[in-house]
């Protein structure tokens, strides 16, 4: 309810939203083509993560090979994903968290 009694602008909260949207969907497609990196074994994988938390790349260095030790190999794998997605997750809020906050500001909205 809009302060006073009045009855909200629809074709405003309309155009409002739409614009929200547009900016969401900007946003989205920033992070699809944005990378970010995670690191394991003090940069001996390195794993490629896009904003949207694709798996891009995957780099192991040669060090890390030992064929009678494939579990830590995996291992430092995992981490290296979990920290490029840790790092995905943060652009994520940084990007859409405002965009978030700013459909719970819309006058007339349940949020």
């Not at 939203?17 to 900007?26: G, I, P, S, V």
């Not at 001996?44 to 494939?70: C, E, F, N, Q, S």
């Amino acid at each position: 309810m809009i302060p006073g009694g009045g009855q909200p602008n629809m074709q405003a909260l309309l155009q409002q939203a739409q614009k929200m949207q547009q900016d969401l969907a900007a946003a989205q497609q920033e992070l699809a083509e944005t990378t970010v990196e995670g690191t394991a074994g003090g940069g001996l994988v390195r794993a490629t993560v896009t904003g949207a938390g694709d798996l891009r790349g995957l780099v192991i260095d040669p060090k890390a090979v030992d064929p009678d030790d494939t579990e830590t190999l995996a291992d430092l794998v995992v981490a290296a994903v979990h920290h490029a997605n840790e790092s995905a997750q943060k652009l994520q809020q940084d990007k859409l968290g405002p965009l978030a906050q700013g459909l719970g500001g819309m006058p007339g909205l349940p949020f």
